[in-house]
């Protein structure tokens, strides 16, 4: 069975950076896409960025273009998500998502989250 571990979450004032981790296990690791959501107070879950294990594509919301960078270490089985500049309405609890994208059958895995507060 799949499993995704968040970590790197906090409080960080605004401009401040925090980079958040997504590990994996129980998996192939490279059949799959992973993506970052978040979801505030009363909100909706949003997509973040996204980034394909295979070839590195990586896709961005428009909110955090130029600020968030997505990126993966094959050998750790783990994806990354630097925040730099940011900004209150960053704050969420955040959420890592695989999703089988290659070879046979389907398979979605969710984390726990971790929360991410940007306050002064």
């Known amino acids: 069975q799949g499993q995704l571990v968040e970590s790197g979450g906090g409080l960080v004032q605004p401009g401040g950076s925090l980079r958040l981790s997504c590990a994996a296990s129980g998996f192939t690791f490279s059949l799959y896409g992973v993506n970052w959501y978040r979801q505030a107070p009363g909100k909706d879950r949003d997509f973040v960025a996204g980034?394909?294990?295979?070839?590195?594509?990586?896709n961005y919301a428009d909110s955090v273009k130029g600020r968030f960078t997505i990126s993966r270490d094959n050998a750790r089985n783990t994806v990354y998500l630097q925040m730099n500049s940011l900004k209150p309405e960053d704050t969420a609890v955040y959420y890592c998502?695989?999703?089988?994208?290659?070879?046979?059958?389907?398979?979605?895995?969710w984390g726990q989250g971790t929360q991410v507060t940007v306050s002064s």
């Open positions: 998502n695989a999703r089988k994208l290659l070879g046979s059958g389907s398979a979605n895995y």
């Open positions: 980034i394909v294990i295979i070839g590195g594509n990586t």
